[in-house]
């Protein structure tokens, strides 16, 4: 379930050891939710219109299929999202880069995407001749 996340297995252990620790992501509580209406935990109170999206896997809380981050490292995280967005005086992009090359419809394309900040650049390739 977990294998197409870019996540780290060290980073998801972190994870689904934050979220066990957590009182506010007791993945009973979400379980007991999903199947009984008659008693709202108070911690769920404001998820009602997106109960059908709450779910538990592989240890961690899920909305849909993203994983929810626990209170204790949401911080860590936001700090991580952001160091690749900070914009191209402070951050350093392009140095570290995948390419390859796809056909979609009988036509080329070169796929570039930065590993740092994720960005991703997609041009038409006229011919596939060196």
Same mark, same amino acid.
């Given at each position: 379930?977990?294998?197409?996340?870019?996540?780290?297995?060290?980073? &998801?252990?972190?994870? *689904?050891? @934050?979220?066990? #620790?957590?009182?506010?992501?007791?993945?009973?509580?979400? /379980?007991?939710?999903? %199947?009984?209406?008659?008693?709202?935990?108070?911690?769920?109170?404001?998820?009602?219109?997106?109960?059908?999206?709450?779910?538990?896997?592989?240890?961690?809380? &899920?909305?849909?299929? *993203?994983? @929810?981050?626990? #209170?204790?490292?949401?911080?860590?995280?936001?700090?991580? /999202?952001?160091?690749? %967005?900070?914009?191209?005086?402070?951050?350093?992009?392009?140095?570290?880069?995948?390419?390859?090359?796809?056909?979609?419809?009988?036509?080329?394309?070169?796929?570039?995407?930065?590993?740092?900040?994720?960005?991703?650049?997609?041009?038409?390739?006229?011919?596939?001749?060196?």
């Amino acid at each position: 379930m977990m294998t197409s996340r870019p996540v780290s297995k060290t980073k &998801l252990d972190t994870i *689904r050891e @934050a979220t066990r #620790a957590d009182i506010d992501m007791d993945m009973q509580m979400v /379980i007991r939710y999903n %199947h009984v209406t008659k008693h709202v935990p108070y911690q769920l109170k404001g998820c009602s219109a997106t109960r059908a999206a709450l779910s538990v896997g592989d240890g961690l809380f &899920l909305y849909g299929d *993203r994983i @929810a981050i626990p #209170a204790s490292l949401r911080e860590e995280v936001l700090d991580q /999202i952001h160091r690749g %967005h900070q914009g191209l005086t402070k951050s350093r992009p392009w140095q570290k880069l995948a390419a390859d090359l796809c056909e979609l419809n009988g036509k080329s394309y070169l796929v570039v995407v930065d590993y740092y900040s994720r960005d991703i650049e997609i041009a038409h390739l006229p011919t596939s001749t060196s």
